[in-house]
């Protein structure tokens, strides 16, 4: 249901329900935390979907249909923000392989990653009004920060399913690769960001102040790893 791939740094957490075009069940979400437990001290994280036709399709409803009152649709929705919160505030870059569509609460999924690559035949949106009903698993707010207020409201409030160049060009998606080489794209892109500084570099720019940003630049100026890198480029051609 959950898979998670760890290999040097790079951790891939999969969502495989095929039988539902991977779409999140309450179970999922059990397991969806269970995984993020055991991603330890890998640098970057991947979230992603089995098969090439959805990412995810958003919440199970043939399971959420039996959720009937206020109170247990708001602890459905508190759980699911929950688990989206902790992919946001994973220390390393996420990265989102868009490798299917991801409609409604699979766009929020999606958004709770710093970066998304889609395959160029995909389709995300946040349809929820499709259904009566908005986002609640912090996609809204997260997607007013990506791509603006006006323009967040205007594709949420209508429903808008944007294909992967239409999202790359409002800048919800930030790289479009062909179908033929997506999983390669994507594992070259996550492996190039499993490096000493990617980490610093997400903090800093999730709102550090100008003197964190300075120590953390001189955390890794003492390092080993910026020394050995130094001496290669200090001794190249002699």
Known sequence: MVELELDEGLAVLTIDRPQARNAISLETMDRLDETLDKVG????????GAGDRAFVSGGD???LAKLRTVDEAADMARRMRTICDRIAAFPGPVVAALNGHALGGGAEFAVSADIRIAADDIKIGFNQVSLAIMPAWGGAERLARIVGR???LMLAGSGTILGAEDAHR?????????????????RLLARSLVNESSGSIKRVMSGATPEEAIEAFARLWVA????????KVMNRGK
Not at 170 to 186: A, C, I, S
Not at 224 to 231: G, I, L, P, V
């Open 61 to 63: 409803l043939k399971e």
């Open 150 to 152: 006006g323009r967040a």
């Open 224 to 231: 080993d790893a910026h020394w050995e890198a130094a001496d």
């Open 41 to 48: 001290d890998a640098r970057v994280l991947v979230i992603t």
């Open 170 to 186: 409002v800048g919800l998606v930030d790289r479009v690769l062909p179908r033929e080489t997506f999983d390669e794209g994507w």
